[in-house]
């Protein structure tokens, strides 16, 4: 299916009145967070992830299997968020269908690129290193400085995948890749600028001020 004008990743969307995730943001999150996974395959079929996410909160699968299939259908795969890995056989079923299988997919590098910021996923550890093996040359650029602060500031590594995201979601950055992230720059973002301010002014600190900076934020935080 080709994207259309209104395809939109949901991930944070919230309500208005109450600030909470909605329900299509948490289903979607849910999805990439198993594709994320070292799920196998038939963990990843339609019904599979359907299955997963209704035991997680006790409910019927086939409740929310339609609900699954529109986002892949209509949202991740045209977004090429997630694409095919392949089919698996049936051994029941109409003839034709056993023929063709039921296919079981798997997140794009720009599915990574989302995952990275969604704080569900458990192993982003490896997805981090699994985003530069598929870099070019620009996005090489940036492993050296995000993978060492991903191991001293990981908090604030993935913070900065989530503003990235989170401004395609919000049509701030026309598409995910190449992933650059000068594109942040046009963007006003308040946090941002107060880390770096934070940064550049510890750095000016003698070594007793930077410890009774440490000894402030820790009272604080």
């Not at 991903?150 to 995910?176: G, H, M, R, W």
Request: hydrophobic letters at 35%; one cysteine or more; a positive charge.
């Amino acid at each position: 299916m080709k994207k259309g004008s209104d395809t939109k990743l949901s991930i944070f969307d919230t309500f208005k009145i109450k600030g909470e995730l909605t329900g299509e943001a948490n289903r979607q999150r849910a999805i990439i967070t198993i594709l994320a996974s070292n799920a196998n395959p038939t963990e990843r079929t339609r019904t599979g992830i359907s299955q997963t996410i209704a035991k997680r909160h006790g409910i019927a699968w086939k409740n929310i299997y339609s609900g699954i299939f529109r986002d892949l259908d209509e949202i991740l795969i045209p977004l090429e968020i997630a694409e095919e890995g392949g089919r698996l056989p049936l051994k029941r079923g109409p003839k034709a269908l056993q023929e063709k299988g039921i296919p079981y997919y798997h997140l794009t590098k720009k599915g990574v690129l989302v995952a990275l910021s969604i704080s569900e996923v458990k192993n982003r550890e490896k997805l981090l290193e699994k985003i530069f093996s598929q870099s070019d040359s620009k996005e090489k650029e940036y492993e050296r400085i995000i993978k060492s602060l991903s191991e001293t500031s990981p908090n604030f590594t993935y913070s900065i995948f989530q503003k990235y995201v989170k401004a395609f979601c919000d049509n701030k950055i026309k598409d995910l890749l190449p992933f650059d992230l000068s594109k942040l720059k046009d963007i006003s973002d308040e946090s941002l600028i107060i880390q770096k301010e934070i940064l550049e002014a510890f750095l000016k600190l003698s070594k007793q001020d930077k410890e009774e900076a440490i000894r402030f934020l820790n009272e604080i935080t």
